[in-house]
């Protein structure tokens, strides 16, 4: 177990900024998409491009403190501020909560004039933050763990609503619902079709849908529940074909990662207090089995993400799933 000396150490600090660079969100440019960024903005908390970094550069220290992952001294600071963050896809669930029906990011090749627009609307004029997290940057500078400091300011607020566990002593954040609507052209395991069911596991927990028979084209609209600890990883989405003299054969899987909800429920606090809108999005690559952008509304006074998966690991198949959030009450 490493001690608090031993993390202040330079080659210990450089190691964590390795690891939080090595995620899937944070090999990708956060402002245009690039493929491995080697610059960062420490204050921001998001890894960026070459040409992106110009422009960060332009914006000045107070906005945007750039460093280069590997050329550049880090202080505890930056490095700590950065893994707090946690990196793109946390940082752009926020400063890309507002995004205007429509807008599209520039790309890898975008112009320089292009890039300089989103950039500074996204950093400077804050255009894209929720109103009431913004700040005026005109009159108070962005210290190094501004990012990390917004991210707690809107965590704090639901630290009392965060409830102890008496299994072991896990704590529970929330309750995520899963509704599993449909799959599309689904794998044939059978002789001319298959019998399928879903299974969703959350860290130790596992549940299923009921089994649909002799369907490649099932319509569950089932809905499942599961616990969200305080240290939460990804849902595992798995599809089963169900036999009854044999093992199951698996039918496909894929990953959904829940920062980007979580992260965006957490932001607003109560969604009674709003109505319809986006609030947040969780963005397809080619690291994610998104077959389309993923965006995240309160519908309803509810905090809900509609996610269309290609099915992994398997020659065919689609999974259409429902996540909504629910926060813990006191």
């Known amino acids: 177990m490493n001690s608090r000396s031993e993390l202040g150490k330079p080659t210990s600090g450089k190691r964590r900024l390795r690891d939080l660079l090595l995620l899937k969100d944070n090999r990708v440019c956060a402002d245009c998409g690039a493929p491995d960024p080697k610059w ?5 908390g998001v890894f960026i491009c070459l040409k992106c970094c110009g422009i960060h550069r332009s914006l000045g220290r107070h906005i ?9 001294d880090w202080s505890e600071e930056d ?10 896809a946390s940082a752009n669930s926020i400063y890309e909560a507002f995004f205007p029906e429509g807008y599209s990011k520039p790309g ?14 996204k950093y400077e004029l804050q255009e894209f933050l929720k109103p009431s997290l913004r700040i005026d940057s005109g009159k108070s500078a962005l210290k190094p763990s501004f990012s990390k400091k917004l991210m707690n300011s809107f965590r704090s607020s639901n630290s009392s609503k965060r409830s102890e566990c008496s299994d072991g002593m896990v704590e529970f954040i929330g309750v995520l619902k899963v509704k599993v609507l449909y799959g599309t052209n689904l ?9 399928p069911y879903v ?42 074909d169900y036999d009854t003299f044999s093992a199951d054969d698996i039918m496909g899987e894929a ?9 965006s429920a957490m932001a607003y606090g109560d969604p009674g207090m709003f109505g319809n ?3 947040g999005k969780w963005l397809k690559s080619h690291d994610n089995a998104l077959m389309e952008d993923s965006t995240i509304n309160i519908v309803d006074e509810k905090v809900k993400q509609e996610i269309p998966l290609k099915l992994q690991n398997v020659e065919s198949g689609e999974l259409y799933l429902e996540l909504e959030w629910v926060a813990l009450e006191q």
């Open 277 to 279: 809108m986006q609030i």
């Open 40 to 44: 960062a903005s420490a204050n921001i």
């Open 199 to 240: 299974v969703l596991t959350l860290g130790q927990q596992t549940v299923q849908t009921s089994v649909m028979g002799s369907n490649l084209n099932p319509v569950w609209n089932e809905e499942l529940m599961l616990s969200v600890p305080q240290q939460y990883g990804p849902l595992r989405v798995r599809v089963f």
């Open 79 to 88: 490095i700590d501020a950065m893994i707090e963050v946690g990196g793109n």
């Open 108 to 121: 890898p090749n975008a112009s320089h004039e292009d890039r300089m627009r989103f950039i500074r609307s």
């Open 187 to 195: 794998a044939i395991r059978d002789m001319l079709s298959s019998d």
């Open 255 to 263: 990953e959904v990662d829940l920062q980007p909800l979580i992260t």
């Open 64 to 72: 945007s403190k750039v460093l280069s992952v590997t050329l550049d």
